[in-house]
């Protein structure tokens, strides 16, 4: 049984920061890549932040110098440290799991609403 849970979400003001977790159950967490992902209402789900099992990260341009994704291996879990936020990074926060492009997995969600 797979399992990816999320936590962390939850209600900031602009400007003001949140670190989001992922725990991952059920895979061999070592060899999968890692990425976060969100949507919003009536908005397609966006790619946010990957973190290879080789170590190279990726950054949607948006979050770039504001968001940082880092994994620790031995307790399964990646995370999102988010700074800096903005009202328009209101979304559900999605973690996301791949092997080779076949065996993927996703999360629940949590929820980030940013608002004063």
Request: glycine share 8%.
């Amino acid at each position: 049984q797979v399992q990816l849970v999320e936590s962390g979400g939850g209600l900031v003001q602009p400007g003001g920061s949140l670190r989001l977790s992922c725990a991952a159950s059920g895979i061999i967490f070592s060899i999968y890549n890692m990425a976060w992902y969100r949507q919003a209402p009536g908005k397609q789900r966006e790619f946010v932040a990957r973190l290879t099992s080789t170590s190279n990260i990726n950054y949607a341009d948006f979050v770039k110098d504001r968001f940082f994704i880092s994994r620790d291996n031995a307790e399964n879990a990646v995370y999102l440290q988010m700074d800096s936020l903005k009202p328009e990074d209101t979304a559900r926060y999605y973690c996301y799991a791949s092997y080779m492009g076949i065996n993927n997995y996703w999360g629940q969600g949590t929820q980030v609403t940013v608002s004063s």
